[in-house]
């Protein structure tokens, strides 16, 4: 963020609000820092596996093959990600592990789940092992897990249908854009390109989380026929893919795509959010399988 502007803010405000802003942004320059900190191990690229080539981007395209296979080590540019390049990886590292803890609870603790159609738990079961796969891809270039791993949510998540599919959209709202900023500011043709390919991935799951709402049996609340997201309207779900192009938010940086992720990772934030502090969740990474093979990360070349 424009740590220049967030000062501007603060002293612009009335003298009460300008010691609760300055927290505020304490809290999130915090928060972004985590992100810098999951992005600080990149210098040891050099020894990773494929995914390791997102720091280069400069593979020879001309005069030469261009093909990586699952288990080939690529041939490593020079260079490596640069300062921005980290901090977005950094931050989509948290949000890829708050993805994955969402929807494991959904699946494991969620009571609407059982009782919505087979296509529909097959969507979820296949959604959490994508997203587990993104958080592998991306730490894998940053060499670091996730400085944040206990999430929290508003009340009556995951016991309230209604309450988790309006979350579950908000956040995927939230993971797009982010991605777009990383189709925009990423450093290198390689890393753009990855963000786009997971930021479609996030398309998909925005739009079969509307699908899931109408399929809600009713003693679960259902049928759930608007669905609110992050941008704090409530939508019909028909269509479930009402979107011509995805949306940006209107976001400038990684810094303002991850205030809206600070209340779910963040204790103090979430209190203020009105979240339920007390049911903690952890984030608990596993071994992903991803539903197709040919959907698979097979190298930058697709």
């Known amino acids: 963020m424009d740590d220049t502007h967030s000062r501007s803010e603060v002293d612009d405000a009335e003298p009460g609000a300008s010691q609760s802003r300055l927290a505020e942004q304490t809290t999130r320059k915090s928060f972004l820092k985590g992100a810098a900190i999951a992005g600080a191990g990149a210098a040891g690229l050099s020894a990773l596996g494929p995914a390791a080539a997102l720091a280069g981007g400069r593979h020879r395209r001309h005069g030469r093959s261009y093909r990586h296979h699952r288990h080939q080590q690529p041939e490593m540019p020079s260079g490596g990600p640069t ?68 999430f929290y949510y508003p009340a009556k998540m995951f016991a309230d249908a ?25 450093s290198t043709p390689d890393l753009k390109v990855t963000a786009a390919r997971i930021m479609g991935i996030e398309s998909d799951h925005r739009t079969l989380a509307r699908v899931v709402g109408p399929d809600v049996a009713s003693k679960d609340g259902g049928p759930i026929e608007k669905i609110t997201g992050i941008q704090k309207v409530a939508e019909p779900t028909a269509p479930p893919n009402n979107n011509g192009y995805e949306r940006t938010l209107l976001l400038a940086n990684i810094g303002q795509a991850v205030e809206a992720l600070l209340p779910f990772a963040e204790a103090k934030a979430a209190e203020k959010a009105g979240f339920d502090v007390t049911k903690p969740y952890k984030f608990e990474p596993f071994k992903p399988t991803l539903p197709s093979p040919l959907g698979e990360f097979h190298s930058f070349a697709g």
Do not use: C, W
């Open 83 to 150: 300062a921005g390049d980290l901090e977005i990886l950094g931050a989509a590292q948290i949000a890829e592990a708050l993805a994955v803890t969402t929807y494991s609870n959904i699946i494991n603790t969620a009571p609407f789940f059982k009782n919505i159609p087979k296509d529909d738990q097959g969507y979820l079961e296949a959604a959490v092992q994508e997203e587990m796969s993104h958080y592998l891809l991306e730490e894998s270039v940053t060499g670091k897990p996730t400085p944040f791993t206990t």
């Open 162 to 186: 209604q309450t988790t599919l309006d979350i579950l959209v908000t956040l995927e709202d939230a993971f797009i854009a982010a991605y777009l900023i990383g189709v925009r500011d990423f």
